[in-house]
């Protein structure tokens, strides 16, 4: 009973760092990761405008996607609206937590419909920040979307009629067993940093899976206790180390 390790990359859009990320895909390529792509359909945070933006931005994804990566809805204009942490406890911000679910569901439709003009369906949802609340949830499943990236457990689970493929990491960490998801933001990547990435992928190739594989081999099964304990755990603990990081800074 080894862990299993999916990887994320989060902020995919036209003009995100694509110097690193060209290298990046030839890594990924190289050595057969599929990974998530959390893709934001019309990008408005101006911290990602970083390259000028690539004419063939959808074709790339559906390559990706025609090769078994997994394409995840991040969102809409990844601008923060409200600062709301909704159904976790990271960060106090949010595109969507804290707003109507009407709203919410032309948002996201809105979203989904440009993936539809480029002939792509995203299968999982990737919150901004980590921060939605039940009416997402209402309105992903109304808009057919019933897949979420994001909760703290250390399995796949079913929770609020929505199935949830948990995502508790930022970098590669040897577990004793469960499912983790790494989450990689490479736009704001240090010297280093994808370096430092090659050399977990070498390390934990044979434990690195895709969503896919995920998918094919595991009963998601409803939340009981062993989950809601692990989420309890690793929330007091991020709050902890949250805690301290901003009493360290200030
Ligand atoms: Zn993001």
Redesign the pocket.
């Known amino acids: 009973m080894t862990a299993k390790y999916l990887i994320r990359f989060?902020?995919i859009c036209p003009t995100m760092n694509w110097d690193i990320w060209n290298e990046l895909e030839a890594v990924l390529i190289e050595n057969e990761i599929k990974p998530i792509i959390?893709v934001?359909p019309d990008n408005k945070?101006k911290s990602f405008f970083i390259n000028e933006p690539v004419s063939d931005f959808w074709a790339r994804l559906k390559k990706w996607q025609e090769n078994g990566w997994t394409i995840g809805l991040?969102?809409h204009h990844?601008q923060y609206v409200t600062q709301d942490r909704g159904l976790l406890c990271l960060k106090k911000q949010s595109e969507f937590a804290g707003i109507d679910e009407e709203t919410q569901y032309h948002k996201l439709q809105s979203g989904l419909n440009i993936f539809k003009e480029n002939n792509l369906t995203p299968e999982i949802w990737?919150a901004?920040?980590n921060s939605f609340d039940l009416q997402t949830i209402k309105a992903l499943k109304r808009l057919g979307l019933n897949l979420i990236s994001d909760g703290f457990s250390f399995r796949p689970f079913r929770h609020h009629d929505m199935n949830w493929i948990p995502h508790q990491v930022w970098r590669f960490r040897p577990f004793p067993f469960g499912l983790w998801t790494v989450c990689y933001?490479h736009n704001t990547w240090k010297p280093g940093d994808l370096e430092q990435l090659i050399k977990d992928i070498k390390k934990y190739r044979h434990q690195i899976i895709s969503l896919q594989d995920v998918l094919n081999h595991s009963e998601i099964k409803e939340r009981n206790y062993m989950d809601v304990m692990f989420h309890y755990t690793y929330c007091g603990a991020m709050q902890v180390k949250m805690w301290l990081n901003s009493s360290l800074n200030s």
């Open positions: 989060d902020d959390a934001i945070d991040h969102g990844h990737v901004p920040s933001h």
